[in-house]
């Protein structure tokens, strides 16, 4: 791309260290993959999502700001060979190094297998006072350790299931018996079916008051399989009918806005299986400044 002085990459907001009294956030790669149900690349989509924040701004139309101007990014890079029980021992131990500064953490995936070592390594002993709000086309309550597990894995280490809102479950994409499994747990469902006739506002707000209950600190994981198809071939999971590309980045920001929300999750993007012109990373990076317009606003 060509260069302009008067025009910032938002990749250049991305930095080593936080600054003293400048706002930061954390950003790290969790690209796990051997244990995705669909079979993948091990290529790394968080290098290809910070490769494509190349391609944006830093200003911000709707709130009449430049992101360079009030908000570092750290970047912690991409932990090595997330994947399985050792796997999740270095997700733990990179996270471990991640200034205290930064009050929100964005991880970008991998497989969804990622939300489950992100989340229990930032919870610790205290996951079950934590929420959850997963945004995803799949329950992920299946049987056994893949990328289809992550809340049945989190439930059974003590996620408490009353704190858990599903939102944007697709039709004929998850099965009869992991449904009741959501309802024994207390699980919130909230299906695309649902959304269709409200602004995504309302689905979000719902989802935080449930999460958040009694001011519990919450994990947003947004499986971008639960985009329409046509704006993620590089989610090989996606179907016809998924949210709107614009319901997910204003869904993005609106959960960042809050500040029970600790970590914001980006998961389940096959880079080689991604179109040509590279829809699916570049909505992924653009989920990720939405996110870091949202934790501004909730820092004016």
């Not at 995803?136 to 894995?153: F, K, T, Y």
Request: proline fraction near 6%; glycine fraction near 8%.
């Amino acid at each position: 791309m060509t260069r302009d002085p008067r025009w910032l990459s938002a990749r250049s907001l991305l930095r080593p260290d936080a600054r003293a009294g400048r706002l930061s956030a954390a950003l790290v790669g969790i690209p796990t993959f051997e244990s995705s149900l669909s079979p993948r690349s091990a290529t790394s989509t968080p290098l290809a999502i910070r490769a494509a924040l190349e391609r944006f701004a830093t200003f911000s139309w709707p709130d009449e700001i430049d992101l360079a101007d009030v908000v570092d990014v750290v970047d912690y890079g991409d932990v090595e060979q997330p994947d399985g029980v050792s796997g999740r021992a270095r997700v733990r131990a990179h996270l471990a190094h991640v200034d205290p500064r930064c009050g929100l953490l964005i991880a970008l995936g991998g497989d969804n297998s990622m939300t489950f070592a992100a989340m229990s390594a930032l919870a610790g002993d205290a996951l079950g006072t934590w929420g959850l709000i997963t945004l995803d086309a799949h329950l992920d309550l299946r049987d056994g350790e893949s990328n289809g597990s992550p809340v049945r894995q989190l439930l059974e280490a003590g996620l408490d299931g009353s704190r858990v809102v599903q939102a944007g479950l697709a039709d004929f994409s998850n099965s009869a018996p992991y449904a009741q499994d959501a309802r024994t747990a207390g699980i919130t469902i909230v299906p695309r079916c649902e959304m269709r006739d409200q602004p995504i506002g309302v689905a979000v707000a719902h989802a935080l008051e449930v999460a958040g209950a009694g001011d519990r600190p919450i994990y947003v994981d947004i499986d971008l399989d639960v985009a329409d198809r046509a704006v993620v071939p590089g989610c090989p999971a996606a179907a016809p009918g998924g949210l709107s590309a614009d319901e997910v980045r204003q869904a993005a920001r609106l959960f960042a806005r809050d500040p029970r929300v600790r970590a914001i999750d980006v998961t389940e993007i096959d880079v080689d299986r991604d179109s040509d012109d590279q829809r699916t990373v570049r909505l992924a990076a653009l989920l990720v400044l939405e996110v870091l317009a949202g934790y501004v606003g909730r820092n004016p």
